[in-house]
């Protein structure tokens, strides 16, 4: 019972910030279940008001389709504070509760993929999550145990 009110009231916390203009992102939201260390929340001050770019290619031109680039809100907002607003990293870091080599890490990934999507032609959507495709290629397939190889076990 404890335990559900500590989420109830985390979950107000974020709302209020929210109405501030301060959003507070900590991935999913949801209790982990495995291990490592849990991801600190992180302060996004403005969501981005648009969130897909889409390259224009000549009609003439015939290029294959490729899979869009995700840049995830913790990437946009440290790219826009550190090269828009000229703040330095360990300033960005301060604004966003997480530390500079984090920063450090979230432009140099932003500044990897928006290049990529330049240089290939892909679009760009900015997303609160990044999607995993091991995840999507894992629930696709379905799993089958092999009894055979359950009875060659147990014999040997």
Known sequence: MRKSTKNISTLNL????????????????????CRGRPKKQRFIQQVPPVNHFIPFIPSHIMMPRKPPVYISYDEFEALRLVDHEGLSQEDAGKRMNI??????????????????????????????????????????????????????????
Do not use: F, H
Not at 19 to 28: E, N
Not at 119 to 148: F, G, H, M, W
């Open 99 to 156: 530390s500079r080599g984090t920063v450090w890490r979230l432009i140099q990934n932003a500044r990897k993929k928006i290049i990529t999507a330049l240089l290939e032609s892909r679009e760009i959507l900015i997303v609160p999550t990044i999607p995993s495709l091991q995840n999507v290629e894992a629930s696709q397939e379905p799993k089958v145990k092999d009894k055979s190889s359950n009875a060659n076990n147990d014999k040997g």
């Open 14 to 33: 974020i709302s209020q910030k929210s109405t501030r203009g301060i959003y507070m992102w900590a991935g999913s939201g949801r209790r982990r279940r």
